[in-house]
């Protein structure tokens, strides 16, 4: 199963996805059955676009891949606002302090005070 997330994207990269992909959700695709040569023709496309035009928005693939940390294949293009990071195996989402600033401040209170 391939997932495609797309955010602030121009309608070209939209279009193209819906001519591959199901678009289950606003800027949303999803493709059973891609396999591992059209995901990798797909991402080239995308990759290519989001250079040429400038884009500041955002994509994001995920794939089924057993040789990947949690067996779960991850591109990315842009800046995204939670970052991905890998950790003992894992995929892991970290969000910035100033999206969480009370579970920050509350998480720093109790480092202090311990």
């Not at 996805?17 to 040569?37: F, Q, R, W």
């Not at 995901?39 to 500041?56: A, K, M, N, P």
């Not at 949690?70 to 991905?84: E, I, M, P, Y």
Request: proline share 4%; glycine share 8%.
């Amino acid at each position: 199963m391939v997932v495609i997330v797309t955010n602030d994207v121009p309608m070209r990269f939209r279009g193209f996805l819906a001519s591959c992909s199901l678009e289950i959700a606003p800027g949303v695709y999803t493709a059973p059955h891609m396999s591992a040569a059209v995901r990798q023709r797909v991402w080239g496309v995308l990759d290519e676009w989001y250079s040429q035009t400038g884009c500041t928005g955002s994509i994001v693939m995920t794939w089924d891949s057993p040789e990947e940390p949690a067996g779960q294949g991850v591109l990315c293009l842009g800046t995204l606002r939670k970052q991905l990071i890998e950790y003992d195996g894992f995929h892991l989402c970290v969000t910035s302090c100033h999206e969480r600033r009370g579970l920050a401040r509350h998480v720093v209170e109790e480092d202090v005070s311990e």
